[in-house]
């Protein structure tokens, strides 16, 4: 078989920044109003959310995400993969019987939730004593607070990981 380079998620967002800059990625309703993120601010938020798990020493880490897609969702997931951790994507409207036992068999150590599955997240954290965190993705002033710190630059061995080798050593 014949091999072929499959980028990280990390050249991948760093590629696309550098190639169309300020051009719209992605856009999404804030009420009434359009928002346009760029591919540069996907990629700085996205390494800003990174450099924030990291300095709070999350790595490692199974990390379930219980959310609609959404703009602080895109973010938290990219900044999961780039720091090293597994993401887990898992419906938001999930029962908290189900989620005991998904996460569970998942290894999970963090909870990513909305504002809807908060009540669901703490009662999961009751159950499962292994999960340390539950952090809101709905909560705007802290992602923005996040988004604003200012953590060292050094990320040049975080976020590559590419897709062929969780294939051929496993994800976790």
């Known amino acids: 078989m014949k091999d072929f ?3 990280d998620l990390r050249e ?3 590629n696309s920044a550098e190639k169309f800059g300020d051009k ?3 856009k999404y309703f804030d009420g ?3 928002i346009e993120k760029s591919y540069k601010k996907v990629r700085d938020d996205s390494l800003a ?3 924030w798990l990291i300095h709070n020493s999350v790595c490692n880490k199974h990390i379930a995400i219980a959310g609609r897609t959404s703009y602080n969702f895109i973010i938290y997931f990219f900044a999961v993969l780039l720091s090293g951790n597994v993401a887990v994507p898992f419906d938001p409207q ?3 019987k189900d989620a005991i036992k998904l996460f569970d068999n998942a290894d999970i150590d963090i909870i990513l939730h909305e504002d ?3 009540e669901g997240a703490c009662e999961i954290m009751t159950a499962l004593p292994r999960i340390c965190e539950t952090i809101n993705l709905s909560d705007d002033a802290r992602f923005n607070s996040i988004i604003d710190m200012s953590y060292p630059d050094d990320l040049s061995g975080y976020g590559h990981r590419s897709v062929a ?4 050593h496993g994800s976790g």
């Open 12 to 14: 991948l967002l760093d």
């Open 94 to 96: 999930i029962s908290v």
């Open 49 to 51: 959310v990174c450099r």
């Open 116 to 118: 809807e599955f908060g």
């Open 24 to 26: 719209t990625f992605i």
């Open 5 to 7: 380079y499959v980028p």
């Open 165 to 168: 080798d969780d294939v051929r």
């Open 32 to 34: 009434n109003t359009v």
